[in-house]
């Protein structure tokens, strides 16, 4: 039966770790996957998440099956966070939540129940998108479509072209948006622009569907939830994917969620029994550890501050990497204009270098990043932006 099969690419983004880790030279630098890292290079344990984790061991009583929804007080903490506590929705009873296994486990979840809403349903995604949008919406029978997004020659958003696309777009269309920190171009909308694609949405009655996987790492957590909290408000039916993975760093404990907005309390009750029905079938319940973290902090005023003082050191390393690396560059006398990278936003950016270019910095000086030339920014530190601007310097005079 197997030997029928052919062999699928190995994941592009995640890849790079092996070589990065097999590489035996000592000024090798890592900016591929989007993991945030501290000066040293490291991806600790926030202090937040330690003290929750203590907390729970003391005064956890059970193992026993959670449900498929997950907990139901990290569920309403985190659907606070997204959409502030005091939004409209909220209030109107229209949004039900499920615990995932991480973010994209509440995209693939978002997936299948398209797919039950509207089988023949097309879901728009930017164009670039983070690497496994496709595939996930593909796994569940949708068709994937993409609408222009980031210019690479202007390091700057296709506003116009993106707002004519998405209006000549309907009822059986989702419109995949990234909340804050665009994976992979770092290109996020103004206001100015999320309320205008509020407007296309109202008007042509697409369905949003948000992913959050930075809340946080942008300008704030409110700020990167603006765009969120907009579409949720003017829309009638809206989904939302969030993930605990990056801003409470709880990447291998698997922790985000997917949450809908419907157009009444009734509906959502409706669309909430399809949403665990769709769970049955995936997975059957969720891990339960990290968003019992996740709701221990949240829950706790003190810990809820401590993490968002934690959140706002892992923000300003990232917008400081961002400032380091463009003033090194023009010091160094690379004439090519880089302040784009200044003015993006999260974990990633695109250099800009060719793919040959992107090999030359892997195979000569041990500088890993995705083909694409998307470099993750917290991989950057004071130790390595000296050797990596230098590096990018004698790259791009061939
Ligand atoms: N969405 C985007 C845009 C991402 O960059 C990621 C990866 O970090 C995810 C979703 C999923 O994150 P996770 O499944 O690790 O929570
Ligand atoms: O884009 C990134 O680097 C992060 C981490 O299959 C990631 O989103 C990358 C690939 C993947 C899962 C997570």
Redesign the pocket.
């Known amino acids: 039966m197997f030997s029928t099969l052919k062999a699928m690419p190995a ?1 592009p ?2 890849g790079l770790l092996s070589q990065y880790r097999d590489d035996p030279r000592h000024e090798k630098i890592d900016l ?4 945030y890292k501290d000066v040293l290079g490291n991806t600790p344990i926030l202090d937040c998440v330690k003290t929750a984790e203590q907390r729970r061991t003391a005064t956890e009583t059970t193992k026993v099956y959670i449900g498929p929804a997950g907990s139901s007080d990290f569920n309403r903490l985190i659907a606070e966070l997204a959409f502030g506590e005091q939004h409209p929705t909220l209030n109107a009873g229209r949004i039900r939540s499920v615990s995932t296994p991480g973010g ?1 486990g509440a995209l693939r979840v978002a997936a299948d129940f398209i797919k039950r809403c509207r089988p023949g349903a097309t879901v728009w995604v930017s164009d670039p998108t ?3 949008h496709s595939g996930l919406f593909e796994a569940a029978g949708l068709k994937v479509e993409r609408y222009p997004y980031y210019d690479y020659a202007t390091k700057a958003l296709k506003f116009d072209e993106m707002l004519a696309k998405l209006n000549t777009l309907g009822e059986n269309d989702v419109v995949l948006l990234h909340a804050c920190c665009h ?2 171009s770092g290109q996020d909308l103004s206001k100015e622009q999320w309320d205008q694609v509020v407007q296309v949405a109202v008007k042509r009655g697409f369905t949003p569907l948000i992913d959050m ?1 930075y809340q946080g790492f942008g300008d704030g957590v409110e700020e990167d939830a603006y765009g969120v909290r907009k579409m949720a408000a003017a829309v009638e039916d809206m989904l939302l994917c969030s993930s605990c ?1 990056k801003n409470f760093g709880l990447y291998r404990e698997r922790i985000g969620a997917c949450s809908i907005i419907a157009n009444s309390s009734a509906a959502a009750d409706v669309a909430l029994s399809v949403l665990l029905y769709v769970v049955r079938c995936l997975y059957s319940m969720p891990p339960a550890h990290g968003a019992a973290l996740v709701e221990t902090i949240l829950g706790d005023n003190q810990l809820k501050q401590q993490w968002l003082d934690e959140l706002k050191v892992m923000r300003d390393r990232i917008n400081g990497n961002r400032a380091i690396l463009v003033e090194r560059l023009k010091a160094i006398g690379v004439e090519r204009d880089f302040s784009f990278i200044a003015r993006q936003k999260g ?2 950016s695109f250099l800009g270098v060719s793919p040959e270019q992107v090999e030359q910095l892997k195979q000569e000086f041990g500088i890993y990043m ?1 083909d694409s030339s998307r470099i ?1 920014i917290a991989g950057i530190s004071d130790s390595n932006v000296d050797y990596l601007a230098k590096s990018i310097a004698k790259v791009l005079q061939g």
């Open positions: 994941d983004i995640l591929g996957v989007g993991v994209t983070w690497a496994n994976n992979p996987a993975s974990m990633f995705v993750s």
